[in-house]
């Protein structure tokens, strides 16, 4: 099955060996469709051009919206 | 002490402040009569996983005795509140509810559980709330579900579920939710009432069972703005024991509580909140529409703002969410899987298999709609909207996706950390709450608290209580 129309079953059977989860076959199946629900959103933002900006990965509570 | 008013459980904490200090009603008849009214109604309700008679009693007989010795410690003193499952209590099982901690008590508490006995409160119990505080209500998770005490077959909202059950239904008077991506101003304005997430730093986060330690916030759920007010007041400020909490000093409150809109400017981003989406109500459109003219007939001008990221929020909160929490239960969801319930078991994987450039992302995206936010909140004083993009939902259908699939408008602000409160402003035809929610700027509560309390005394939605 080609990937573009979501995750392939062995495919998504890797990514969560990788994560050192074991999930039985319905599991699975479920999985596949939460996945493929939240890669479209998480491709939209790797398609967003935030240049070259030095952002930081980490969260100040202190902010100053002044600044 | 003479009892006054015939509904003892429906005051609110001002209410009930000044009949202590008028000795026209004491602590130990206010707990007794939530007691009563808890064993009557939670079997219906399921707001609490544990209540605390005897611990109560004796808090609320302390509170008497310095009462009539004429120390008052301040507008909590003797007022019976409830917590959300994930605080810490001292000898008291705290679960998250989780069977992961089902057994766990704590043997120390949260530095807001401490602060909250400090100002004098009764502890009548723990209140239900969404597995560790994600996702929806899960019947497999072997913790009750609460219920909207407006319609018992729809949802009170989560993940602070008992909080917003137990203030609407008149089971405690106040009590303290936390919030990931809404969970305390979601339930607020599914059940009608107040509910305020402060700047992300503002209150200490030490001994509550965590989600996200970049997006959760700590904050009250009361009937009112000025009840949230005296609760933050005493929860806020300093702790050295929480990393992330801030220095900066705590302001008065209570001195925000104006009637008053004269010059203030409220931002209203139309563009995302009011979009031509079909996941979002038109009732709930219209209703918060006329609260915004409402707000412009106490003196605010109301300005159109962009901001553009806005749309890329609910691409990013779960990303940083899911990728936290699945580090936090990755031992335990490796090792004892069967314990989680099938919801928060499966969005918790989901985290796991976010990359680490995802993660980056969304962190970057974060980002650059704070500096959005911070550049609008230059123009504006508040930025308003509804507060949910649906009214309470049934528990009917709900699955593991039905959360993830709307659009969150709570989300963004747990991103940017700003304050942001929900008041209600009125029900769907359906007789379903609807919540306005109004963000401001980092440490700002008091300008917040000024928006919302000038709109709830010209409103007075929230004088209406659920037929119970």
Redesign the interface.
């Known amino acids: 099955m080609a990937e573009t129309n979501g995750i392939a079953l062995d495919t998504l059977r890797i990514?969560?060996e990788q994560?050192?989860?074991?999930?039985s076959d319905t599991?699975l199946t479920?999985?596949q469709?939460?996945?493929d629900?939240?890669r479209e959103?998480?491709q939209?933002?790797?398609e967003?051009d935030?240049g070259m900006d030095d952002?930081?990965?980490?969260?100040p509570?202190?902010?100053?919206?002044?600044s | 002490m003479t009892q006054m008013p015939s509904e003892l459980h429906y005051l609110t904490i001002r209410q009930a402040a000044a009949l202590f200090r008028r000795r026209q009603l004491s602590p130990v008849e206010l707990t007794r009569a939530l007691l009563e009214r808890i064993e009557r109604l939670d079997g219906t309700l399921q707001a609490y996983i544990t209540v605390l008679p005897e611990q109560a009693m004796a808090a609320a007989r302390t509170a008497e005795a310095e009462m009539l010795h004429g120390n008052f410690r301040g507008p909590l003193h003797g007022i019976p509140i409830a917590l959300k499952d994930l605080y810490d209590t001292r000898g008291v099982r705290t679960t998250a509810s989780s069977r992961v901690m089902a057994e766990r008590v704590p043997c120390e508490d949260a530095t807001v559980t401490t602060r909250l006995a400090t100002a004098g409160t009764v502890l009548l119990g723990k209140l239900a709330m969404h597995e560790f505080a994600l996702g929806g209500p899960d019947p497999t998770c072997g913790f009750p579900l609460a219920r909207n005490p407006w319609n018992l077959e729809h949802i009170p909202g989560g993940s602070s579920s008992g909080s917003g059950t137990g203030v609407a239904a008149g089971l405690c008077l106040g009590t303290l939710g936390s919030c990931t991506g809404g969970s305390i101003r979601g339930p607020a304005s599914y059940c009608s009432i107040v509910g305020i997430k402060a700047?992300?730093?503002r209150v200490s986060r030490y001994g509550v069972v965590p989600l996200s330690w970049?997006l959760d916030h700590c904050g009250p759920m009361t009937w009112t703005v000025e009840d949230s007010a005296y609760m933050l007041q005493a929860i806020a400020g300093h702790d050295p024991k929480d990393p992330?909490?801030?220095k900066?000093p705590v302001p008065d409150y209570s001195v925000s509580l104006r009637e008053d809109m004269r010059g203030m400017t409220i931002g209203v981003p139309r563009h995302f909140f009011f979009a031509d989406d079909p996941r979002i109500d038109r009732d709930t459109l219209a209703t918060v529409d006329k609260a915004l003219d409402t707000l412009q007939s106490l003196g605010a001008r109301i300005q159109e703002v962009t901001i553009p990221s806005l749309q890329?929020a609910?691409?990013?909160q779960?990303?940083i969410m899911l990728s936290e929490a699945f580090a936090y239960h990755?031992r335990a969801?490796?090792r004892t899987?069967e314990l989680f319930g099938d919801m928060v078991r499966?969005?918790f994987?989901?985290g796991?298999?976010?990359t680490s450039?995802?993660?980056?992302?969304?962190?970057?995206?974060?980002?650059?709609l704070?500096n959005e936010?911070?550049a609008v909140?230059?123009q504006v004083d508040v930025i308003a909207s509804p507060t949910m993009s649906t009214p309470a939902p049934p528990f009917a259908g709900f699955d593991?996706?039905t959360t993830?699939?709307r659009i969150s408008f709570t989300g963004p602000y747990n991103l940017t950390?700003m304050p942001a409160i929900s008041v209600p402003c009125g029900f769907t035809p359906a007789g379903l709450p609807v919540g306005l929610q109004l963000a401001g700027?980092?440490f700002d509560e008091p300008t917040v608290f000024r928006a919302a309390y000038a709109y709830q005394q010209a409103a007075g939605w929230t004088e209406k209580r659920p037929p119970l």
């Open positions: 990514l969560v994560a050192g989860l074991r999930l599991e479920q999985m469709a939460m996945y629900f939240y959103d998480v939209a933002l790797h967003l935030l952002l930081a990965v980490t969260f509570p202190q902010w100053d919206p002044e | 700047t992300y730093g970049t992330t909490s801030s900066a890329y609910g691409g990013a779960p990303v990755e969801l490796k899987p499966a969005r994987r989901m796991g298999l976010f450039a995802d993660y980056v992302q969304a962190q970057r995206v974060r980002l650059v704070k936010c911070a909140l230059r593991a996706m993830a699939r950390g700027k980092p």
